[in-house]
């Protein structure tokens, strides 16, 4: 991966990487990552099968400057936790009297920030010399002095090494995917944005797992199973549908919906999930009552609010499917 990275950081300044864009729902085409592949030799010990895949090297801009933030905060908080190590004179302040102990409190904060080679330490060391009179009584000029040395090791210096700290960011942000798909039917872009999208499909298995609870199966026969979990996966599909449908409708209207987060009413999103579209029809009750002699029936819906309504038609349903239950019905 090293060698990989190198030969990119090379290519990079060269202006030889392949650019990877993306249209972002507002209609800006960004940049999102830039890259190059290589292909090489595959092979099992146990046997003579051989083939080749090709290794794609990418750097994505917006994880390199994570990194970056990243690391600029542990050297900030490397930076006060060596001024910490040696304070100034002073009550209750403990002072470094051995250079053995200075060094190794150095490296460990160094090792626990993991800044080692990015941060100098330049450190001195005082010695205050106090005159002292020996035995008890007060001084006088005929009366034996003694001199005694404090010492004391202080950080005069921590500094930054700019160059290794460039040379290490220019290698953020990279990363590698590997595929044996031929470059016809997915490019380096294509590959790299169909990996960008793979959290969809890991949000259908999700769905599965904790929204309509998939596990545990409380059936035996095998007939029972593949039915459960035939139904299953079909509530997830229309919940995966639902949500495409309203998200197209909002994103192709460059328009967005409020409503949809209780814990926050100004928020508006063009994004809304599955499960918030749901929950915004939690209200909907009908009320049926039955008269004494049980001849007539009488329903009352909850009228539709403008947020409902507005889903129903981005969804393409009519708001009949909720007004038709407020039919009235006779008892024959």
Same mark, same amino acid.
């Given at each position: 991966?090293?060698?990989?990275?190198?030969?990119?950081?090379?290519?990079?300044?060269?202006?030889?990487?392949?650019?990877?864009?993306?249209?972002?729902?507002?209609?800006?085409?960004?940049?999102?990552?830039?890259?190059?592949?290589?292909?090489?030799?595959?092979?099992?010990?146990?046997?003579?099968?051989?083939?080749?895949?090709?290794?794609?090297?990418?750097?994505?801009?917006?994880? *390199?400057?994570?990194? #970056?933030? $990243?690391?600029? &905060? /542990?050297?900030?908080?490397? @930076?006060?936790? !060596?001024? *910490?190590?040696?304070? #100034?004179? $002073?009550?209750? &302040? /403990?002072?470094?009297?051995? @250079?053995?102990? !200075?060094?190794?409190?150095?490296?460990?904060?160094?090792?626990?920030?993991?800044?080692?080679?990015?941060?100098?330490?330049?450190?001195?060391?005082?010695?205050?010399?106090?005159?002292?009179?020996?035995?008890?009584?007060?001084?006088?000029?005929?009366?034996?002095?003694?001199?005694?040395?404090?010492?004391?090791?202080?950080?005069?210096?921590?500094?930054?090494?700019?160059?290794?700290?460039?040379?290490?960011?220019?290698?953020?942000?990279?990363?590698?995917?590997?595929?044996?798909?031929?470059?016809?039917?997915?490019?380096?872009?294509?590959?790299?944005?169909?990996?960008?999208?793979?959290?969809?499909?890991?949000?259908?298995?999700?769905?599965?797992?904790?929204?309509?609870?998939?596990?545990?199966?409380?059936?035996?026969?095998?007939?029972?199973?593949?039915?459960?979990?035939?139904?299953?996966?079909?509530?997830?599909?229309?919940?995966?549908?639902?949500?495409?449908?309203?998200?197209?409708?909002?994103?192709?209207?460059?328009?967005?919906?409020?409503?949809?987060?209780?814990?926050?009413?100004?928020?508006?999103?063009?994004?809304?999930?599955?499960?918030?579209?749901?929950?915004?029809?939690?209200?909907?009750?009908?009320?049926?009552?039955?008269?004494?002699?049980?001849?007539?029936?009488?329903?009352?819906?909850?009228?539709?609010?403008?947020?409902?309504?507005?889903?129903?038609?981005?969804?393409?349903?009519?708001?009949?499917?909720?007004?038709?239950?407020?039919?009235?019905?006779?008892?024959?």
């Amino acid at each position: 991966m090293a060698q990989w990275i190198d030969e990119g950081v090379a290519q990079e300044r060269k202006g030889a990487l392949t650019p990877i864009m993306r249209v972002h729902p507002g209609g800006q085409e960004v940049l999102v990552a830039q890259g190059y592949e290589l292909e090489r030799p595959c092979d099992l010990a146990v046997s003579a099968t051989h083939w080749s895949e090709r290794v794609l090297v990418v750097r994505s801009p917006v994880h *390199a400057a994570q990194q #970056a933030v $990243g690391l600029e &905060k /542990r050297l900030v908080q490397a @930076e006060h936790k !060596l001024a *910490a190590l040696t304070p #100034a004179r $002073g009550r209750g &302040k /403990r002072q470094r009297t051995d @250079e053995v102990t !200075l060094v190794e409190a150095i490296a460990r904060v160094l090792q626990e920030q993991q800044v080692e080679g990015l941060l100098t330490v330049a450190w001195e060391r005082q010695v205050e010399q106090q005159i002292h009179y020996v035995g008890r009584g007060r001084g006088s000029a005929k009366r034996a002095q003694q001199v005694r040395a404090h010492i004391r090791y202080h950080i005069t210096r921590i500094a930054r090494e700019e160059d290794t700290i460039a040379t290490l960011t220019a290698r953020f942000g990279w990363k590698a995917f590997v595929t044996n798909a031929t470059q016809q039917r997915l490019s380096l872009a294509d590959a790299v944005l169909c990996y960008r999208n793979e959290y969809r499909i890991e949000r259908i298995f999700n769905r599965l797992k904790s929204r309509v609870h998939i596990a545990p199966l409380f059936v035996t026969r095998d007939d029972q199973i593949e039915g459960l979990t035939y139904l299953l996966t079909l509530g997830v599909r229309v919940l995966t549908v639902m949500e495409f449908v309203l998200r197209r409708s909002l994103q192709n209207e460059q328009t967005h919906l409020p409503g949809l987060h209780p814990e926050n009413g100004k928020k508006m999103t063009n994004t809304p999930t599955a499960e918030r579209i749901l929950k915004a029809f939690l209200e909907v009750s009908l009320s049926i009552l039955q008269t004494a002699t049980g001849e007539e029936i009488r329903r009352w819906l909850t009228p539709l609010s403008a947020l409902q309504q507005a889903i129903l038609s981005r969804l393409g349903l009519a708001t009949s499917l909720y007004q038709q239950l407020e039919i009235q019905n006779s008892g024959n």
